[in-house]
């Protein structure tokens, strides 16, 4: 026993010099465990920052060194739905009839919780009045079977431990790091394109306005919040239909701007404009061939439906010199093409027929395979877009069918040889455009579906078909826009392209941290909260550059959600959704509003408070009540929706003043949004408290046990 304390004794000191040495606490614990307590130690955050613990409780596991812990509860948690639970958050509320106050020595910071092994689980603080004796907290279980009793442990006691309350722990969609979610756009006014660069660190708008041979255009070097203008560099030519794409590895401080019948370039070096050459056509840039060392740019309509150029690095800057590869009989109207495993491939198609063909071209053989193809001559008086997308791993089409249904397929392949069909995507309302992009992102395939009247949305799908996350958009991209990263901020961005109205830039994060998220420069975090110190304070608004704020990601379809809501003015009238999906343009607003269900609060000019389900171009009224409106007074929105049914509950300053519940199987999933239709540049509803989680009916019980030492 002697050997085991002086060897136990020894690595508590190598633990104590690493937790002195080394301030990072994303360090991964350290330890070292044996048979018995005198063995066990560990090294790791949560616990008041660095804690090395000589002792692990043989029941829970857990470093529960009575200097750090002095008290703790066995909470038991019975599951009474019928339903096999999983990352289900429950409330734990404590009063003075269920606890000692006196006993949280760190003003209610100094807790956690556990596992019966002694895992740490996520929670989140709600409510905290000592003096009050009041508590309400948020305990993320992993697992709670059907018809079962689970036990977690609550510790507690100690003047040393920083809260570890996180609004994380709240988290009802699937989070995991790889997966980005909507951060939000940024809308240009009279802007009809809109393209995000990054080169040399530096960040870049091509913007121009509109499709005939009058649009300005210019080149604007912006802040990292993408939307402060630092420098501007008018075109000194008319760009219509304007795109852009760099080729850093042979053009380290070019801008290649292209569209309707030009190609010119923008060096951010000189910070100049270059040559400007008139086309033939529609030009839409191209993909490098490393196998012979040349570019391939595609062209169409106007004459260049039938080849696609073919240039030197060299003569990117003299498209003078461009040669023709032309793609094989018979002639189709649009392609799109990418470069894939030493292969150009090329997705040819009909815009209002559902014909398409997608072949590989062998550049060093000047050889033509056709892969696969769809004969149907059915016609559509609606003009669609299909398209292939890379990431250099995966290269994934979109490809058109009309029947059983209209519909797009997902189409994938990692060798360039197998396609494999992943699932299907429903085609939208059909108006003057339908365009379709997937996007391969790690294991994940992102799609974007818009058409020409702001109707659309970006769905990430695994690569079975399930959807994971729903984002409202409202206007397409270019035809060979991929993902420009911004390192420094971890986000993806994608351009804008409409005719009038909303052009939104699409702003992702590549790392999801939790469920809400909106708009970059919306989200004004600084700002006051309505209550509290909470995760999320959103004061909300619209000037130029700003726009309406999101909650995208897709949550669990039975859900709870929750918000504090102030609305600033009396005429205004903020709202709050749930199973919020596709992103429609309503002839009542001007900016539109997604799918879902609405609470609406009243504002002078319309005193009702209104239940509504919004609609592509329509908006159904489920209830009314006559109400008095009332900017300076505190809201909360309540929905429950559990299977076919949604219940809507309305506070004011703390009081009740509305509940109703309908059976409506209209929207079965989506997200949660925020709305105010009467925004104007100086009026902003305040949201805060936001809670989304999941829900079942009964929910589960819960039972605190007695107070027992650590």
């Not at 040399?200 to 499709?211: I, P």
């Not at 401080?253 to 569209?259: D, Q, T």
């Not at 769809?374 to 299909?386: C, G, K, L, R």
């Not at 239709?677 to 936001?690: C, H, I, K």
Request: net charge negative; hydrophobic share 35%; charged share 25%.
């Amino acid at each position: 026993m002697c050997g085991r304390r002086s060897y136990g004794k020894m690595h508590w000191l190598i633990a104590k010099l690493l937790a002195e040495q080394r301030k990072n606490r994303n360090l991964a614990f350290l330890a070292r465990t044996g048979t018995d307590d005198m063995l066990a130690y560990k090294l790791f955050k949560g616990l008041g920052g660095w804690v090395v613990c000589m002792t692990v409780s043989p029941i829970t596991g857990l470093c529960v060194r009575k200097a750090t812990f002095r008290y703790r509860r066995r909470v038991t948690i019975t599951e009474l739905s019928g339903n096999n639970l999983s990352d289900y958050q429950v409330r734990i509320d404590l009063d003075a009839t269920n606890f000692d106050f006196s006993h949280f020595l760190n003003e209610g910071n100094d807790l956690r919780f556990t596992d019966i092994n002694g895992n740490l689980l996520p929670y989140w603080v709600e409510k905290m009045d000592i003096s009050a004796q009041e508590a309400t907290i948020w305990v993320k279980v992993p697992s709670i079977p059907a018809n079962s009793s689970v036990d977690i442990f609550m510790y507690y006691g100690s003047s040393e431990v920083e809260s570890a309350s996180t609004k994380t722990a709240m988290v009802a969609a699937e989070t995991f790091e790889d997966k980005p979610t909507l951060l939000g756009k940024l809308v240009w006014p009279g802007y009809t394109c809109v393209n995000p660069i990054i080169l040399q660190g530096r960040r870049f708008l091509v913007r121009s306005k509109g499709w005939g041979s009058a649009a300005e255009a210019d080149v604007v070097e912006v802040d990292k919040d993408w939307q402060t203008i630092l420098n501007s560099w008018p075109s000194p030519n008319d760009l219509p239909d304007t795109y852009a794409k760099v080729y850093p590895q042979h053009h380290p401080n070019k801008i290649f701007v292209f569209g309707k019948g030009f190609w010119t370039w923008f060096d951010i070096s000189s910070e100049s404009w270059g040559d400007y050459f008139s086309l033939t056509g529609h030009q839409h840039g191209g993909v490098f061939c490393p196998d012979d060392g040349y570019y391939y740019l595609e062209v169409h309509s106007g004459g260049g439906k039938d080849f696609m150029y073919k240039s030197t690095p060299e003569d990117l800057l003299n498209p003078s010199n461009w040669t023709k590869v032309y793609l094989p009989a018979p002639t189709y109207e649009m392609y799109s093409l990418a470069y894939f495993k030493s292969y150009i491939f090329v997705l040819r198609y009909e815009q209002i027929t559902y014909e398409w063909e997608l072949l590989k071209y062998n550049p060093l053989s000047d050889e033509w395979v056709s892969i696969m193809s769809n004969e149907d001559t059915t016609s559509t008086d609606t003009s669609h877009f299909q398209y292939l997308r890379t990431n250099g791993e995966r290269l994934v089409a979109t490809l058109r069918y009309y029947t059983p249904t209209k519909h797009w397929e997902i189409r994938y392949t990692d060798d360039g040889e197998d396609w494999i069909h992943a699932f299907d995507v429903p085609m939208m309302r059909e108006t003057a455009e339908l365009q379709c992009y997937a996007f391969p992102y790690g294991d994940y395939i992102i799609v974007l579906q818009t058409n020409w009247t702001f109707d659309g949305y970006i769905r990430v799908y695994d690569l079975s078909g399930n959807v994971k996350f729903v984002m409202p958009a409202c206007s397409h991209i270019g035809p060979l826009t991929d993902f420009i990263k911004d390192e420094e901020r971890g986000l993806l961005l994608l351009d804008a392209e409409a005719n009038s109205g909303d052009r939104d830039m699409k702003i992702l994060s590549e790392n999801l941290i939790g469920i809400y998220s909106s708009v970059i420069n919306n989200a004004e975090l600084v700002s006051p909260g309505i209550v509290g110190d909470y995760c999320l304070h959103i004061k909300t608004g619209r000037t130029d550059y700003r726009y309406d704020a999101y909650l995208a990601p897709k949550v669990e379809r039975n859900v709870y959600a929750e918000v504090l809501l102030r609305p600033n003015y009396d005429n205004d009238t903020p709202g709050f959704g749930v199973r919020c999906g596709n992103y429609y343009r309503h002839a009542h607003y001007k900016h539109g509003v997604p799918v879902g269900y609405y609470i609406q609060l009243p504002r002078s000019g319309d005193q009702y408070l209104r239940f509504r389900r919004y609609v592509p171009d329509a908006r159904v009224e489920i209830d009314s009540v006559a109400m008095t409106p009332d900017g300076s007074a505190v809201w909360k929105i309540i929905f429950i929706a559990f299977e076919d049914n949604i219940t809507a509950k309305v506070f004011k300053n703390g009081e009740l003043v509305y509940e109703k519940t309908i059976t409506d199987a209209a929207y079965a999933d989506g997200g949660v949004c925020m709305i105010a239709p009467q925004w104007l540049a100086d009026r902003n509803p305040s949201f805060d408290n936001l809670i989304v989680r999941k829900y079942t009916e009964p929910e589960p019980l819960i039972s605190i046990g007695e107070e027992e030492s650590a």
